[in-house]
């Protein structure tokens, strides 16, 4: 099924980049990205619909990142999930005040990420 749904999954494990592609290959159009660094340099040619990002990742961690996006007038609209199996209220709230719109916990239901 072809969709016209754009969607960036932003994750330092390759694994997880895999299964995450696996699951929504479906359902939209995917593009994984190993850093923050990556995702951005994309993000400043082509601008996706919605960003699945971890919040554990080297140099540009996910809370940063979403900063990053929520600050800047071109990328502000860009719903953020963050994907992360850090299941606990304080990372949540860090996330939430970082611009995040919602939280899967890892590991997640297939389900879950392709509503």
Do not use: N
């Amino acid at each position: 099924m072809e969709s016209a749904l754009r969607v960036y999954a932003v994750d330092d494990d390759r694994i997880i980049l895999d299964i995450l592609a696996s699951i929504l290959e479906d359902f939209c159009q995917l593009e994984t990205f190993e850093s923050g660094a990556a995702c951005l340099e994309r993000i400043a040619t082509q601008k996706p619909d919605l960003v699945l990002l971890d919040v554990s990742m080297p140099e540009i961690d996910g809370y940063a990142l979403c900063r990053h996006l929520k600050e800047d007038w071109d990328t502000q609209d860009i719903p953020v999930y963050f994907v992360s199996g850090h299941d606990d209220i304080e990372t949540r709230l860090i996330c939430y005040e970082a611009g995040g719109d919602d939280f899967i916990v890892k590991p997640f239901e297939p389900a879950e990420l392709q509503r």
